[in-house]
């Protein structure tokens, strides 16, 4: 269960971060790392991926340090399943902290 659940928080995390600004693969591998996830590049570069390939995220490249560089932004798209998700996610809080 954890597992399928995972990859869909690890998503809206990444939307959370990318709708304020740009995010590289690097940095959200140190983000989701304050937060407990391990992720390595493997897991993060694809789902970075799938979400520009759905278009959840945009993405250009920069270079910075004469190395190229990919920054992800969210979408408007992105912004709407992040404004839906951020309810749904408020709803089932309530539900399951209200004690
Ligand atoms: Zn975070």
């Not at 995010?23 to 897991?43: C, D, F, I, N, R």
């Not at 993405?59 to 404004?83: F, M, Q």
């Amino acid at each position: 269960m954890i597992r399928r659940v995972l990859p869909g928080f690890m998503g809206l995390h990444v939307l959370h971060h990318a709708s304020g600004g740009e995010v590289t693969g690097k940095l959200m591998m140190e983000e989701l790392a304050k937060h407990g996830y391990k992720t390595s590049p493997g897991t993060i570069y694809p789902l970075l991926h799938r979400m520009e390939d759905m278009g959840l995220l945009k993405s250009r490249s920069e270079v910075r340090n004469g190395r190229r560089v990919r920054l992800y932004r969210a979408t408007p798209r992105g912004e709407k399943l992040l404004r839906e998700a951020k309810e749904k996610v408020r709803e089932l809080c309530m539900e399951i902290l209200r004690e």
